[in-house]
Structure formats: structure tokens, C-alpha cells
């Protein structure tokens, strides 16, 4: 990630106000970020929402995958860019911002929230699960497919490790995902893929 050049912090309405149409931006404490990928998040990322789309069609589930939606932080000048957002397709309507700029104010709205970690792990695993589980969303994974998470949030030694934070009671609960093991999601429970498909992009 690189930050944008913007020599003053911007509220999240001016932001809104500023975000072209093309690039991937993300407003943190007021400061401007430019999200970088790489090919292989991007493979990984395609996967896993090709995978969820099915899985969504085959329950028929009232579920979309918005692209570019922006899910606004409950307490801070913060709005995030998520690599995998699912929305209740119903829920829309009452999102306040959704119609004018594609933004997401309420975590009801979500049950499902997705980040590939690629370079930037702390913002994954601190700022954004804190800012998710505040505003009440479901369920959250991390995909962390190089393993580069802080030893206490996917052990020692590293390895790649899909997280699945689940809410209990206003709090995250996590369980954690390696090789072949099946990733279990409360969200889409009959989902029947392991972390290492998942890492390895199918």
C-alpha cells in the first residue's frame, strides 16, 4: 500500500466527494490510501468470490458481491475497500449512502466480509478487525496466503493461514484454517473448500 499525496486529513463525506472512478482508495483516520495488489492476491481473490457466487446461486441466497462498495468505519474518518464484501441484496434500501456512493454504514447489512493479506497484514488483523466487529458484521475471514501475519495471530512458525472470525456475544471468536483442512463458515455452511484451494487461487 502507498498513501495518496494529500497534505491534509479529509473527512469521510469529502472523501466520498474526491474518490475517482478509477484506482482503489481507502480512507483511514482521515488519510488517504491507494490500495496495491498483486497478481496472485488477485487470483485468489477472483477464486474465492467465483466460489462464493455459486455457493450463494446453488442456496438461492439473496446475496451480491458489490466490487467497488466502500464499508464506513462506525466511529472514525475511516472507510475500507474490502476484497470480498457480501451484502443481504434486501438490505440495501436502507443503507443510506449506498444509492449516492456505494457505501455500506451498517453492519447488518453484511454477513460476510473478506481480506487478502498481501503486503500490509496489520491494517487485516488490528485496525479492520476491530473497525468489523464494532460495527457488528457476522462473520470475517483473513486470507492470509504467504503467511505473513504476526506470530499471535497465526502462530509460529508462520504459514499460511485462513482466519475465520466469527461474532459471539458483540465479540470475535476465531478459528484458524491450514492445508487441507475445510474452511468452516457459520455464513455458508455447506461450503466445501479447503485453505490450501483457497491459497492457491482453485
Do not use: C
Amino acid at each position: 500500500m502507498i498513501q495518496a499525496i494529500i497534505s491534509k486529513l479529509m473527512t469521510f463525506d469529502d472523501f466520498l466527494k474526491w474518490k475517482p472512478e478509477n484506482g482503489h482508495y481507502e480512507l483511514h483516520n482521515g488519510v488517504i490510501v491507494e490500495m496495491q495488489t498483486t497478481g496472485k492476491h488477485e487470483e485468489v481473490v477472483e477464486f474465492l468470490q467465483t466460489e462464493l457466487t455459486l455457493e450463494t446461486r446453488r442456496l438461492q441466497l439473496s446475496y451480491r458481491f458489490p466490487r467497488n462498495a466502500l464499508v464506513k468505519s462506525p466511529s472514525q474518518e475511516t472507510g475500507y475497500l474490502p476484497d470480498i464484501l457480501v451484502v443481504k441484496g434486501d438490505a440495501l434500501v436502507l443503507e443510506p449512502l449506498w444509492e449516492k456512493s456505494s457505501t455500506i454504514t451498517q453492519g447488518s447489512s453484511i454477513p460476510l466480509i473478506i481480506e487478502v493479506v498481501s503486503t500490509n497484514w496489520r491494517d487485516d488483523y488490528a485496525h479492520k478487525m476491530i473497525d468489523y466487529e464494532a460495527l457488528g458484521i457476522p462473520e470475517y475471514w483473513i486470507v492470509d496466503y504467504l503467511g505473513l501475519g504476526g506470530s499471535r495471530y497465526i502462530g509460529s512458525p508462520k504459514q499460511p493461514t485462513l482466519s475465520v472470525y466469527q461474532l459471539v456475544d458483540g465479540e470475535y471468536q476465531i478459528k484458524l484454517f491450514r492445508g487441507d483442512e475445510r474452511v468452516e463458515s457459520l455464513v455458508f455452511s455447506e461450503f466445501n473448500l479447503t485453505a490450501k484451494q483457497i491459497f492457491n487461487g482453485g
